[in-house]
């Protein structure tokens, strides 16, 4: 991991000192602790416990796993289901192929990396300037949050039963506010809110008429649509679903020659954490 | 039993998106509308994802807690409230709403 390339400390203590890995530890803790709404919601949608573990070990994409169990609570079928994970996570297909120009990894190490390639380590990981920064970053979040997020998971799918009703508390609201809070970072500009209006709107509609999970699918077909017919930035919605720069640097200035998302975030090294 | 092979098959095809980034040209990434499309997409799934885990129960459209839910989070972002936060939030409305005996 070229970890000690400028080193003449021992790796421990400059490890610690790495921005790239303070932000990869602590979006680590704020995202694994959110595993514990996962596991309580998949069990109590209909999931066994081994089902939960599966969806957070195996798929191990936030979204695609609310996605997927969310299907199944509104009594969507199993093909559905898959459909909307599926779909939801084919920008991490995009997120691999920034993460394969910069860190290039080989070997197993690529199909490890592929695992581990999310919004969260993709974030850290972008957000740095320094090639071996990148690397840490990148690392530090995907095992960081892989750990703690399955053991969260596991966490409140035992405990999910035990809760009795969910709804009690209010884990479905927790739900609801998650997907908000990963669209919420998207949406700068005028195009990004008429896009997700638009979608909002096409999925109401569709709801009355189509089996549950139909209609994230009709969602994303319109939004296809735009895509295709629209003249927007290249980069639209592909912002990292929580940014550890958001609260430091609030203003951010684009790169004039970033033409994809790692360029265009490289300004801002992490001169903070 | 059978949504067992569903759900496999989601991993599989989870990895697979994944997995190709990998080994697809880096100069794929560079046709904007395919990138475009990409990031459109996107913000139409989550778009959709909130609506529906807000407002749908089944086949029908439903108002109840979960709206609470879906402003507490919305006053939660505007105020640039961190990830987990807007979360809370939202639980936090969904549960009081219905301590208050709204759904």
Redesign the interface.
Request: hydrophobic share 55%; charged share 10%; glycine share 12%.
């Given at each position: 991991m070229g970890l000690d390339s400028d080193a003449t400390e021992p790796a421990p203590v400059k490890i610690l000192q790495s921005p790239a890995v303070r932000i990869g530890l602590s979006i680590s803790i704020?995202?694994g602790?959110?595993g514990v709404?996962f596991g309580a919601l998949s069990v109590t949608s209909g999931?066994d416990f081994w089902?939960t573990m599966?969806?957070s070990l195996?798929?191990?994409?936030g979204?695609?796993q609310?996605?997927?169990i969310?299907v199944?609570a509104?009594?969507g079928s199993?093909?559905a289901?898959?459909g909307?994970?599926?779909?939801?996570?084919?920008?991490?297909?995009?997120?691999?192929?920034?993460?394969?120009?910069l860190l290039q990894?080989r070997g197993w190490r690529?199909?490890a990396?592929?695992?581990l390639?999310i919004d969260e380590s993709t974030a850290t990981s972008t957000g740095q300037t320094d090639p071996d920064e990148q690397k840490r970053g990148f690392w530090t979040a995907g095992i960081g949050v892989f750990v703690l997020w399955n053991l969260f998971t596991a966490l409140g799918a035992m405990a999910g039963g035990a809760l009795g009703d969910p709804?009690?508390?209010?884990?479905?609201?927790?739900?609801?506010?998650?997907?908000?809070?990963?669209?919420?970072p998207?949406?700068k500009g005028k195009e990004?809110v008429a896009?997700?209006?638009?979608?909002?709107l096409?999925?109401?509609l569709a709801?009355?008429?189509?089996?549950?999970g139909v209609?994230?699918l009709?969602?994303?077909l319109?939004?296809?649509g735009?895509?295709?017919f629209?003249h927007?930035?290249?980069?639209?919605?592909?912002e990292p679903?929580?940014d550890p720069y958001?609260?430091q640097h609030a203003q951010h200035h684009h790169d004039p020659a970033g033409?994809?998302r790692g360029d265009r975030r490289g300004d801002r090294t992490g001169d903070d954490a | 039993m059978n949504l067992w092979i569903w759900l496999l098959l989601s991993c599989l095809l989870a990895y697979a998106w994944k997995l190709l980034g990998y080994l697809v040209p880096a100069s794929l990434l560079r046709n904007p509308r395919m990138s475009r499309i990409a990031g459109t997409m996107t913000i139409g799934l989550l778009a959709s994802l909130t609506v529906v885990n807000a407002v749908a129960s089944g086949q029908s459209l439903v108002l109840d807690a979960r709206l609470g839910a879906l402003a507490a989070a919305g006053i939660a972002l505007w105020f640039r409230a961190p990830f987990l936060v807007v979360v809370i939030a939202g639980a936090a409305a969904a549960a009081g709403l219905r301590l208050l005996g709204w759904d």
């Open positions: 704020a995202t602790l959110y709404s999931l089902q599966a969806l195996l798929l191990f994409s979204g695609s609310f996605a997927f969310g199944v509104g009594g199993g093909v289901a898959m909307a994970a599926t779909l939801l996570g084919m920008r991490n297909g995009i997120y691999g192929m920034q993460i394969n120009a990894p690529r199909f990396a592929a695992q390639t709804k009690q508390w209010g884990l479905d609201g927790a739900a609801v506010a998650a997907f908000l809070g990963l669209l919420w998207r949406l990004p896009i997700a209006v638009v979608c909002a096409a999925t109401v709801v009355p008429f189509v089996p549950p209609p994230i009709v969602a994303a319109v939004a296809a735009i895509g295709w629209s927007g930035r290249s980069d639209e919605g592909l679903d929580v958001a609260e033409d994809h | -």
